[in-house]
């Protein structure tokens, strides 16, 4: 009999010993699992601080360093020393409006202070522009957006949804203002 309470603190030291190992061993794929993310994470983050941004084009006549004067614009971007570019979005938009028989049609056009690969992005990544800014149409209602308020809410909108697809696509944005060159709902 003692030989039975001998043997029972025994076993029962080796299962904690156990229990012990296990929820080590737990805790530390866990933490590695958590490290990984974090370090697959930070490779991503690493690799978009290594993209060739575009720089700011400087209008003719002055310097990046030289004050223009006048105000600056949003994004802090002082619009009298910078040279604004445009560029047309090729193909038109057509799309049903929510809840109803209504559809828009409509034609853009980008600006941007930065240089020709903004504009080049924008042409690269069309598709993927066209289909965000289709769903966006998708989801806006027609007498919202058939009033001057509701235009320039929608401009807000296209112009986060093309600079939100340059960034994850291109790992920069770059476009200023989203401008309407038609503009039809029926």
Known sequence: MSDDKTDAPVKKGAGRKKLILIGLGAVLLGGGGVGAGI?????KAAEHETV????????????????????KGTGG????????????????????????????????????????RVLEAVKTDDTPIRSEILMLL????????ATPQGKKALQKALKKTINDVLIDKEGFGGVDDVYFTSFIIQ
């Open 39 to 43: 370090w697959a994470g930070g490779g």
């Open 52 to 71: 060739d941004r575009p720089k700011l084009v400087v209008r003719d006549g002055l310097h990046a360093d030289e004050d223009a004067g006048g105000p």
């Open 77 to 116: 971007i002082d619009r009298l020393k910078y040279k604004v570019s445009y560029a047309p979005i090729e193909q038109p938009f057509t799309s049903n409006l929510l809840d109803s028989d209504s559809v828009v049609q409509m034609a853009l056009g980008v600006s941007t202070y930065y240089d020709e």
């Open 138 to 145: 998708a989801d806006q209602d027609p007498e919202t957006i």
